[in-house]
């Protein structure tokens, strides 16, 4: 069953140098429940690729399906379905986190914005996703920016799960953390993936990473795939 694939994907940006191809055909597909890793040197087109396939950012052409449906062009309503479905794992959640929000807030906030949902059972679905992410409850009235980074980080995944989304794309994750917390959010995103059958797209410039992460590899230059492969194989020594 796959989850997402992308046919002849491109974004071109129109810069004042002409048109630059930030993501230049690019194809792939991820089984439902396993991790695409997306690597390369910064530049090469992996956060465009990840917002486009979120459209976060228009497409210049090429196809996106979601699930089997075509999902390339859709109207506003469909937009809010994928929004639930499809979530996004920033690198440094506290630039886009909200300094004013307290934890809870945070997390509730996709809740109260989509609606149909009492205040009570809010509460409780926020309580359960600071449990599930391994935050204290007593961390609920504190402010990102009392926290360390692999905290704020917990709280950037429980914010993208609130919604119960089927795939999620991680821009570089753990990029921003101390290399000893990293491996703790690794296996954390490890276990949210088998408990919740989730698909990941997952961007970073560390192999190492990667390696510990992705079922498949697909490594960028200049906005085009230049490899692609089963992370055993790439990573299987000669
Ligand atoms: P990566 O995530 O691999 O570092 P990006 O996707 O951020 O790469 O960028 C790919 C290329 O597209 C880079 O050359 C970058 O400067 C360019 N780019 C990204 N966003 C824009 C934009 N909004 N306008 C013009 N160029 C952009
Ligand atoms: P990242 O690679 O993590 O997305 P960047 O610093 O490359 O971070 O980009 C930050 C923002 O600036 C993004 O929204 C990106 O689209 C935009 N951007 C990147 N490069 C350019 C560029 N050359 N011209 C205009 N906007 C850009």
């Given amino acids: 069953d796959i989850s997402l694939e992308v ?25 439902t429940g396993k991790t ?10 992996k956060s465009t690729l990840g917002r486009v396939v979120l459209h976060l950012l228009d497409s210049t052409d090429g196809q996106i399906l979601f699930h089997g449906e075509d ?4 109207d506003k309503a469909k ?10 794992i920033f690198q440094d959640p506290y630039s886009s986190l909200n300094p004013r929000m ?11 914005l989509k609606g149909g949902i009492s205040r009570a059972e809010m509460y409780k679905e926020t309580k359960r ?25 917990r709280i950037g995944i429980a914010r993208a799960l609130a919604l119960n989304p089927k795939f999620i794309v991680c821009d570089e994750p753990v990029s921003a953390l101390d290399v000893s917390i990293q491996a703790q959010v690794l296996n954390l995103m ?17 192999l190492s990473v990667v390696k510990y992460f ?16 089963p992370s055993d194989e790439l990573f299987a020594s000669p």
């Fill in 129 to 153: 996703l600071m449990d599930t992410v391994g935050l204290a409850e007593r961390l609920e009235n504190s402010y990102p920016h009392e926290l360390d980074g692999g905290r704020r980080q």
């Fill in 79 to 88: 937009l809010r379905t994928l929004r639930e479905d499809m979530q996004i």
């Fill in 190 to 206: 490890l276990d949210l993936q088998e408990e919740r059958g989730l698909t990941y797209l997952f961007i970073t410039h560390d």
């Fill in 102 to 112: 307290s934890v809870s807030e945070i997390i509730m906030e996709p809740l109260l």
């Fill in 36 to 45: 695409l890793g997306v690597v390369g040197e910064s530049g090469c087109g």
């Fill in 7 to 31: 046919r002849n994907l491109k974004k071109y940006f129109n810069t004042p140098k002409g048109y630059l191809h930030a993501v230049d055909n690019v194809n792939f597909s991820i089984q």
């Fill in 71 to 74: 999902v390339t062009h859709v």
């Fill in 214 to 229: 992705s079922d498949d590899i697909m490594v960028m230059y200049l906005g085009q795939v230049v490899e692609k492969a």
